[in-house]
């Protein structure tokens, strides 16, 4: 079984910068793809960020791109987000996801429902 833990949450002052980690454990040896995702008060989760792990192609959100960034460590399993210029409106719970199995023509690095595994997520409070 896969489990995978979501670390680094935490309040901070708009402006401000936030590192989540995601470290995935247990039988990680085929990861395709590492997704973070997030769900504000009264919203619909929504994509933030994924990235392949063997391209290291990266991909994000509008509303993210230019402020955050996703990066791997392969040896460990462990995924980051490095979130700077934090905003009001990035508070949420943030989850990490995991896709396993190897490339996929179908899979669809949007969606919560094409990776396999999931986080229990980190809360991120952003204060005016």
């Known amino acids: 079984q896969v489990q995978l833990v979501e670390s680094g949450g935490g309040l901070v002052q708009a402006g401000g910068s936030l590192r989540l980690s995601c470290s995935a454990s247990g039988r990680t040896f085929s990861n395709y793809a590492m997704g973070w995702f997030r769900q504000a008060p009264g919203k619909e989760r929504e994509f933030v960020a994924a990235i392949i792990w063997t391209s290291r192609n990266t991909y994000y959100a509008d509303s993210v791109e230019g402020r955050f960034t996703i990066s791997r460590d392969n040896t460990k399993s462990t995924v980051w987000l490095q979130m700077t210029g934090l905003k009001r409106e990035d508070t949420a719970v943030y989850y990490c996801?995991?896709?396993?199995?190897?490339?996929?023509?179908?899979?669809?690095?949007?969606?919560?429902?094409?990776?396999?595994?999931w986080g229990q997520g980190t809360q991120v409070t952003v204060s005016s």
């Open positions: 996801a995991l896709r396993t199995g190897g490339y996929s023509a179908n899979f669809r690095y949007l969606l919560w429902g094409d990776y396999d595994h």
